[in-house]
C-alpha cells in the first residue's frame, strides 16, 4: 500500500462519521429529550400540587385530588419512557447531539413525578 492509499482510505473514512452537532443545533435526539423533561417536569408540577393540596384552590371540595394524582403518575411514566426510549437510540456520548444528557434528565424528573402522584394517592387511600 502506498502512502497516498493510505490518506485517500483515512480522509473517506473520516468523512463517513458523522461529527458532533453543534451546541446550538436542534437535533431529533435533543428535540425528544426535551420533550421528555417537560412532560416529566409536568408530572412533577402537577404531583406536587396533589401531594400539598389536595383539595380544591380555595378550600372547597372540589375533588379529592385523584386526578391530579393519576395525571401526575401518567405524566411520569410518559416522561421515563420517552426518556428511555432516547437513551437507548443515542448513538453517540454526551456532547454530540444525541440527546443523552436530556434523556438521563427525563428519566430522573419523571421518576420524581411518579413518586408524587404515588404519595398523593397513598394519602388519598389512608384518608378516604
Do not use: E, F, K, Q
Amino acid at each position: 500500500m502506498s502512502v497516498r492509499s493510505v490518506l485517500a482510505a483515512t480522509v473517506v473514512t473520516h468523512a463517513s462519521l458523522p461529527a458532533a452537532a453543534d451546541a446550538y443545533t436542534m437535533t431529533a435526539g435533543r428535540l425528544g429529550a426535551v420533550v421528555a423533561a417537560l412532560v416529566g417536569l409536568a408530572g412533577v408540577v402537577v404531583g406536587g400540587l396533589a401531594v400539598a393540596r389536595p383539595a380544591g384552590r380555595t378550600g372547597t371540595a372540589t375533588g379529592d385530588g385523584r386526578g391530579r394524582a393519576v395525571v401526575a403518575l401518567g405524566a411520569g411514566l410518559v416522561g421515563v419512557v420517552l426518556g428511555a426510549v432516547v437513551l437507548a437510540t443515542a448513538d453517540g456520548g454526551l456532547g454530540t447531539g444525541n440527546g443523552l444528557g436530556g434523556a438521563v434528565v427525563a428519566l430522573v424528573v419523571g421518576l420524581i413525578g411518579m413518586v408524587l402522584g404515588g404519595l398523593a394517592l397513598a394519602r388519598l387511600r389512608r384518608t378516604g
